[in-house]
């Protein structure tokens, strides 16, 4: 096998790794909105039942001061059938009918509160309802984490002996540069030559777009022991099998 060929052997093994612990990623990332989500309407529901209660509170309130009143004006009348003279029979009267105009308006304002009550139980049990819909979605976004781990474990664990292997067999000074260049392009250290006009002599690198001087894709095509650079972007370059069997067609 050619440096160049076990330094591509070696950036498709890391491809692949990368393209399996994206998945693995991109499975926490979507647990991690589920639980958000669920975060956001748990909240809702605690806030929804603590207006209920404060509403029931006063609703409640509003009741007790209603059969209070109703309770004094009752007095009154009692007290109405053994007045002694017509002032104090008007006295009470009036005093009858300010009460009565004050449980009136306290009618009124329990009435309100009880509509109240009945809005925020409609709304407490639809959002019960999304919150039991959401920890459904999230405990299924979780199973998902899970099974992704454990179906990459076997196939990471085989692909990084493969890669040691890979390893191994690239001189040192050779995956010195390798490394170098992972580390500068975050993994994409190699690029394909990309054809663009044979007749013309026009290839390109697959990294950066721009074109490739012939002299490069000669050095590829015959020293297959030297590592050739994309001239702009730095990139090893490659010939990838589609491009090696047009060229052995041609
Ligand atoms: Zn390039």
Redesign the pocket.
């Known amino acids: 096998m050619s440096l160049q060929e076990k330094l591509q052997q070696l950036f498709l093994l890391d491809q692949h790794i990368r393209g399996i612990r994206k998945r693995l990623d991109q499975a926490v990332a979507r647990h991690k909105t589920q639980q958000a989500k669920l975060g956001q309407f748990r909240s809702q529901r605690q806030e929804l039942a603590s207006q209920l209660k404060m509403a029931q509170v006063k609703s409640a309130s509003a009741d007790n001061q209603i059969k209070d009143l109703q309770q004094r004006i009752d007095r009154l009348r009692d007290q109405m059938n053994n007045v002694k003279s017509n002032k104090e029979y008007s006295a009470v009267l009036i005093e009858v009918n300010t009460l009565k105009l004050e449980k009136s308006k306290l009618e009124d304002a329990a009435l309100e509160l009880m509509g109240q009550v009945e809005r925020l139980q409609q709304e407490l049990q639809e959002i019960e309802a999304r919150c039991q819909q959401q920890e459904k979605l999230a405990a299924s976004a979780h199973a998902e984490v899970d099974a992704s781990q454990a179906e990459i474990k076997d196939q990471l664990d085989e692909l990084t002996t493969k890669r040691v292997a890979a390893e191994s067999q690239v001189p040192a000074e050779a995956l010195a540069v390798f490394n170098r260049l992972a580390y500068e392009h975050e993994g994409e250290v190699m ?1 394909a030559v990309v054809e663009e006009d044979r007749r013309s002599n026009d290839y390109s ?1 697959g ?2 777009y ?1 074109s490739i001087p012939i002299e490069r894709v000669n050095a590829l095509m015959t020293h297959l022991d030297q590592i050739v650079c ?1 001239p ?2 730095g ?1 090893i370059l490659y010939l990838d099998e589609e491009f090696k069997a047009s060229m052995g067609s041609k």
């Open positions: 690029a690198c990294g950066c721009i994309c702009n972007c990139r």
